[in-house]
């Protein structure tokens, strides 16, 4: 039947039915619309509608991942951002966004990877650097830290590095 649908509306005939990639489009708009309008549970409808109908749409996963961090379920999230990833591999978004959970997590060497995917997919991102240094302070990599401090603020001269913290004081040895 839905060739017979595709044949008619290619000849012509029929011509008002709307296709999968089109209605995934809808939806998606709609979702966009209620999720800018902080109706969430709409958003999170018409998002699912939106997969019914393109199972691969990197945005309605990534939309459906912002959703759940806003609602701190980041194990949901998570799932939505790695969805968005197996659709584009190169979607910085999803990187960023996946690297911050997993960061909260105390994967940081995970974090630092993703963040440097998502620079290499937009070497512009100056928060992608900024969260990058952060997380190379934190690993003991002050050299690397700073010159992703220097980049992130080269981009953006608001994005301010924090004081680095003090080494820790180490007690005298006595006798």
């Known amino acids: 039947m839905a060739v017979f649908a595709l044949a008619l509306v290619g000849c012509g ?62 194990a949901i999230a998570e799932g939505y951002y790695r969805s968005a990833l197996e659709a584009d591999p190169r979607f910085g978004p999803a990187l960023f966004n996946l690297a911050i959970i997993r960061n909260d997590l105390g994967f940081k060497q995970e974090a630092a990877d993703l963040y440097r995917r998502d620079i290499q997919a937009d070497p512009n991102n100056a928060a992608a650097y900024f969260n990058l240094a952060l997380i190379l302070r934190e690993l003991g990599q002050t050299a690397e830290a700073n010159q992703m401090f220097a980049r992130a603020q080269q981009l953006d001269p608001r994005l301010v590095p924090p004081p680095a913290p003090s080494p820790t004081a180490r007690p005298s040895p006595t006798r």
């Open 13 to 74: 005939i029929g011509g008002g039915a709307k296709g999968e990639s089109d209605l995934a489009s809808d939806a998606l708009n709609r979702g966009l619309k209620a999720h800018n309008a902080g109706n969430l549970a709409e958003a999170r409808t018409a998002y699912f509608e939106t997969l019914f109908h393109d199972r691969t749409n990197k945005f309605a996963y990534f939309n459906l991942g912002q959703i759940a961090q806003t609602e701190k379920k980041n």
